[in-house]
T-cell receptor
Framework: QKEVEQDPGPLSVPEGAIVSLNCTYSNSAFQYFMWYRQYSRKGPELLMYTYSSGNKEDGRFTAQVDKSSKYISLFIRDSQPSDSATYLCAARRPQKLVFGQGTRLTINP | SQTIHQWPATLVQPVGSPLSLECTVEGTSNPNLYWYRQAAGRGLQLLFYSVGIGQISSEVPQNLSASRPQDRQFILSSKKLLLSDSGFYLC???????????FGDGTRLSIL
């Protein structure tokens, strides 16, 4: 079983829709959680970084962590074509950062 | 602000040839440095990380090696490339082991 599981998609939604991206993890030792956005042929770019359970908001992006169910989510409001990318979740435990497979997202104009 | 540079962006090499990919970080000192490989649909696999000059930890035994000759320089090498070494290689840095990692734009390596 992978330590961090993420549905690879692809996911395609119309412009303006609310997007929900999700990951689950299996190890309770994970303490920090991140979301990265990766455009084609580019490196991943850090979007959100959270520690505790609950929500963290940054503009149109909201990261949600539920440590009791080992579930992390990223919500994108008012999605734009420029949000089309692969989104990677990541979880950190001491000495290791583990990434999900990434979800490929397309926002259709 | 901090920046990370990787080169080359694209590389095509024959099987059995050597490899040297370079990564440099600017705007910070004594960063943690990382090399990852990203295969299609398989996420990021950590290959090596370094907490200081000359200190290299290997996560996956394989045909590759890493070196850190200077504080902000990280090099990924191979003496003889295999077909299975093809992939997208990413360098990353973080201020400490607990801080988020920041990535370069990668090198796409194709082995013929």
């Amino acid at each position: 079983q992978k330590e961090v599981e993420q549905d690879p998609g692809p996911l395609s939604v119309p412009e303006g829709a609310i997007v929900s991206l999700n990951c689950t993890y299996s190890n309770s030792a994970f303490q920090y959680f991140m979301w990265y956005r990766q455009y084609s042929r580019k490196g991943p770019e850090l979007l959100m970084y959270t520690y505790s359970s609950g929500n963290k908001e940054d503009g149109r992006f909201t990261a949600q962590v539920d440590k009791s169910s080992k579930y992390i989510s990223l919500f994108i409001r008012d999605s734009q074509p420029s949000d089309s990318a692969t989104y990677l979740c990541a979880a950190r435990r001491p000495q290791k950062l583990v990434f999900g497979q990434g979800t490929r997202l397309t926002i259709n104009p | 602000s901090q920046t990370i540079h990787q080169w080359p962006a694209t590389l095509v090499q024959p099987v059995g040839s050597p490899l040297s990919l370079e990564c440099t970080v600017e705007g910070t000192s004594n960063p943690n440095l990382y090399w990852y490989r990203q295969a299609a649909g398989r996420g990021l696999q950590l290959l090596f990380y370094s907490v200081g000059i000359g200190q290299i930890s290997s996560e996956v035994p394989q045909n590759l090696s890493a070196s850190r000759p200077q504080d902000r320089q990280f090099i990924l090498s191979s003496k003889k490339l295999l077909l299975s070494d093809s992939g997208f290689y990413l360098c990353a840095w973080s201020k400490t082991g607990n801080q988020p990692q920041h990535f370069g734009d990668g090198t796409r390596l194709s082995i013929l």
